[in-house]
């Protein structure tokens, strides 16, 4: 009992240690350069064996660990050991030895809990229509297949902010001719899946937890033109020589109502260049060469990131408002896998739209706060306590009404084969020599190779008067089949969906969508071929619907940012100025906006808030977390208004 | 800072909160279109713009939420204001008679239990086009409503001589105010009917709605009665509005 704990505690210890090797300091928010992703046990839904269910999640998790054959800018650790070594750390069981390891100095809380839900799991036979070079003819050919449905989540543990939310499928199939029958076809069937998940798994959350580097100096400096840099934390980051990091300068950080705006630009690019040394972390500049000289020297804090200017987690402010993901009501009582699509559908769209919305998970909160309770308990350094994002809204969807049905559609088919002789000939002349034509079939589109009949006694009969000199042609018989081609199916739900503000309890928002998808599987006499194509024709329709939910809950969200500072004046007033929205505000290059000043006015003895519109303005250049805008009209009453600590923001028309 | 406007009205709101109960019929077998069509009716009165609809099915959702946003780990997250929730003021209840074929919806004042307002129709829950009923029936509720309620105008924003242009109005979408919005500008006055006392409302003019600045304001261009109106500012005293057209 005590050996298996050993071993997990010294490859935990080996894990801690390796990760803290590139811990070498903090981001500019204070956390460690390289993220640690911790993977949680797998939730899996009832009826999957559990050995196939635990070689999915292995599967999954070292596809998560490898990155195209590179070092990932993150570190994968298993959430379920850990635990388990905490306890037993906890509970004092270990031997003498353990309890003196360093275990606890070099732990490292992970910024990030992973969750893969395998909610659907099948092992059926499917069948394939192969042509035969050799034998020239069409051959069936059955073989295995195992497919899965999966769901990847992932959450920040500082804010409890889902940052991805993936659901996908995935399948494998054995190769050879009807491997269907044994179990060693099955097993290989789900390796091959297993094979599949590792390969979406590899590289799913890079860009998600790339992390960042600072630039710490000028290694190369010509003509007041920086040619080399120098990162805090360069191998990590950028796996590939080829890759580039987007350089962002710092120009000021706000603070407004006690929340931190970072006004930002990109201003350059660098790539590892010929000469990356890997102690020295040293960056060829590739543009911007002049502009990161000058920030530098002038003190300005330059951020390298592999994607965008690290928003989200890494400014935890009540700049954006958060909305909890619930499960959803089925007045329909629609299948719990019906239910799941929709759940998850609109769960991926919603994680994917990050417009002026933060989604919260409440599915596996207990989760990520024992991870922090455990990170408050060892000497990690991390810095995840207390910045949880409460939400402000929750989406309470109901599917009213589900309906699916599917045909069996068939098609007809031409078929051509020789056709035998009626009698045998007199005719002393000799058959034409064997041959293979090429005849079109009508109708098919295709081209199918017959053969002639190989024996000098047959003729074609339609040619047995024929001179003997001419090349008769191969006589064939058409037939007429109809036979099974595809499963059409239709999918129709109803849904009802409100957003609920958490403050107060009111619906902010509500509409009903009634929609319908098609969907269409190629009939292969798998039994799983019908409810396929349901599925398609549901997973359709909740695509489309979940597509429209988030662009009309955008809508429906009317949101003011806040004036920060002036940039330019003229005669006029205010002519330039920037506004706390950025790239996930829904600006967009060109965008007129109304400039409002917010007023309290008395009413029957109670204040209400007024909104005055004081001017217009144009969105010039969308920042990452702050926007440029040129003032059309009231530059004067602004600059007056901003000069007095007046409240003013600007609102979309 | 970026501000939901959603958020920072539900402090100082003044919409008219409204919950929508279960509905109710005669016939059990109705009842498996009840869902949807309080869905309707909810959607309907959130569309409308001038109602606050608040749920109470997601109640024990939003408590356990609210509790949360209370422990260590939000201490200095983010969080929303605790204590805030809105009371209902007014409950819509809907009642389907199957053997009239009638649908009939009922405002009722929580503070006193008194309908407010009623109305009602012929329709089959069956039928493929009761969505639309439902939502005309909400929507000539809430102007029957709206239209009877009186809105304070607050003071003049531009006068032209000794006539009133245009004017402030304590009620903005809220009210049920949009731009286009025809309002009559009303004065109280007290009448003496067999010695008691009653309020008449002494039209003085006519308004149209130029612009919403929110839930709670708005601003209207006098059309008739600019004289009239300045010299009633003049003298400090109350002037009115309600819809006459919307």
Redesign the interface.
């Known amino acids: 009992m005590t050996r298996p704990l050993i071993l997990i505690l010294l490859s935990l210890s080996f894990t801690t240690k390796l990760a803290s090797q590139f811990v070498q300091g903090n981001d500019p928010l204070g956390r460690p350069y390289r993220p640690i992703v911790g993977v949680l046990n797998a939730e899996v839904a009832p009826g999957i064996p559990a050995k196939v269910a635990e070689q999915i999640s292995i599967s999954f998790t070292n596809g998560l660990k490898n990155l195209g054959g590179a070092f990932p800018p993150y570190e994968v650790v298993n959430k379920d050991q850990l635990s388990k070594a905490v306890d037993m750390l906890k509970r004092g069981l270990p031997a003498q030895e353990l309890r003196t390891t360093k275990f606890w100095d070099d732990m490292v809380g992970a910024q990030y809990l992973l969750r893969l839900d395998i909610n659907s799991f099948e092992l059926g036979v499917d069948e394939d229509s192969i042509y035969d070079e050799k034998k020239k003819f069409v051959r069936v050919d059955r073989f295995r297949v195992a497919s899965a449905n999966l769901t990847a989540r992932l959450v920040d543990v500082a804010t409890s902010k889902v940052l991805m939310f993936n659901n996908f499928d995935a399948s494998g199939t054995t190769r050879g001719f009807e491997e269907f029958k044994t179990q060693t076809d099955s097993a290989r069937a789900i390796m091959q899946l297993n094979k599949q998940i590792r390969a979406y798994g590899n590289g799913m959350i890079h860009n998600v937890v790339a992390g960042a580097a600072t630039i710490t100096a000028i290694h190369k400096e010509n003509k007041g033109k920086a040619e080399e840099v120098i990162l805090n934390n360069a191998p990590i980051i950028v796996p590939n020589r080829e890759d580039g990091l987007h350089v962002y300068a710092v120009l000021k950080t706000y603070t407004s109502n006690g929340q931190i705006f970072r006004d930002a630009e990109k201003i350059g690019e660098i790539n590892k260049g010929k000469n990356f040394q890997i102690s020295l972390r040293n960056f060829e500049v590739r543009k911007g060469e002049k502009k990161i000289a000058e920030h530098f020297n002038a003190g300005t804090t330059l951020i390298c990131t592999a994607g965008g200017f690290p928003i989200g987690p890494f400014a935890p402010s009540e700049a954006r408002s958060s909305l909890a993901l619930q499960a959803f009501k089925n007045t329909a009582a629609a299948p719990a896998k019906v239910q799941r699509i929709l759940q998850d559908i609109l769960s991926e769209n919603a994680a994917r739209n990050p417009l002026l919305l933060d989604i919260v998970d409440r599915e596996i909160y207990d989760l990520v706060q024992k991870e922090r309770e455990m990170q408050q308990q060892t000497r990690s350094d991390a810095t995840q306590a207390g910045i949880s994002f409460g939400s402000n809204f929750f989406l309470d969807i109901d599917l009213l009404n589900y309906s699916k049905a599917s045909t069996l559609k068939y098609k007809t088919i031409t078929e051509t084969k020789p056709v035998a002789p009626a009698a045998k000939t007199t005719s002393n002349q000799p058959a034409p020599a064997t041959k293979t034509d090429k005849i079109a079939e009508p109708g098919s589109g295709k081209n199918t190779k017959i053969q002639n009949p190989p024996t000098k006694d047959k003729i074609n009969p339609s040619t047995s008067s024929a001179p003997a000199a001419a090349p008769a042609p191969a006589a064939v018989e058409k037939i007429t089949k109809t036979i099974p081609d595809k499963y059409e199916a239709k999918a129709n739900a109803k849904l009802s969906v409100s957003l609920v503000s958490v403050q107060t309890g009111e619906v902010v928002f509500a509409n009903a969508y009634s929609m319908s998808g098609e969907g269409t599987i190629a009939y292969n006499k798998d039994k799983f071929d019908r409810v396929r194509s349901e599925e398609m024709a549901f997973r359709n329709l909740a695509t489309t619907v979940s597509g429209l939910v988030w662009s009309d809950i955008q809508k429906s969200l009317t949101p003011k940012f806040q004036v920060l500072a002036v940039i330019e004046t003229s005669k006029n007033g205010a002519e330039t100025v920037l506004v706390s929205g950025g790239q996930r505000s829904g600006f967009s290059d060109g965008m007129t906006v109304e400039l409002v000043e917010v007023v309290q006015e008395q009413v029957d003895g109670q204040k209400f808030d007024r909104d005055v519109v004081i001017g217009e303005m144009k969105i010039t250049e969308i920042r990452p977390e702050t926007s440029v805008c040129k003032v059309k009209n009231g530059g004067k009453e602004l600059q007056v208004k901003l000069d007095g600590k007046a409240r003013v923001y600007c609102r979309k028309g | 800072?970026?501000?939901?406007?959603?958020?920072?009205?539900?402090a100082?709101n003044?919409k008219t909160?409204i919950w929508v109960a279960p509905l109710e019929s005669d016939k059990p077998s109705a009842m498996t279109f009840s869902?949807?069509a309080r869905?309707?009716i909810?959607?309907s009165f959130?569309?409308f713009g001038s109602f606050?609809?608040?749920?109470?099915?997601?109640?024990q959702?939003?408590q356990q939420?609210?509790e949360?946003?209370k422990s260590?780990?939000?201490?200095?997250?983010?969080?929303?204001?605790q204590g805030?929730?809105?009371g209902a003021e007014f409950i819509a209840k809907g009642y389907y008679h199957s053997k009239e074929g009638k649908f009939v919806l009922k405002i009722v004042d929580v503070s006193t239990g008194n309908t407010i307002e009623t109305d009602e129709y012929k329709m089959d829950f069956f039928a493929a086009n009761y969505?639309k009923h439902l939502r005309k029936m909400v929507y000539r509720i809430a102007n029957r409503w709206l239209s009877g309620a009186k809105i304070?105008v607050?003071r003049s924003l531009e006068d032209k001589g000794e006539s009133t242009q245009r004017v402030?109005l304590?009620g903005g979408s809220g009210k049920g105010l949009k731009v286009g919005t025809m309002l009559e500008v009303f004065i109280i006055e007290l009448e003496e009917i067999d010695g008691e006392s009653l309020e008449r409302f002494a039209a003085i003019g006519k308004m149209k709605v130029d612009?919403v600045?929110?839930a709670?304001?708005a601003n209207a261009k006098v059309r008739s009665g600019e004289k009239e109106i300045f010299r009633h500012f003049a003298a400090n005293k109350k002037l009115y509005c309600r819809i006459v057209q919307n």
């Open positions: 800072m970026l501000l939901f406007a959603a958020q920072s009205l539900l100082q003044s909160s869902k949807e869905s309707e909810v959607e959130v569309k606050s609809v608040v749920d109470r099915e997601a109640t959702l939003v939420e609210l949360l946003q260590e780990a939000f201490m200095d997250g983010k969080v929303v204001e805030k929730a809105v969505r304070t607050m402030l304590a612009r600045e929110n709670n304001f």
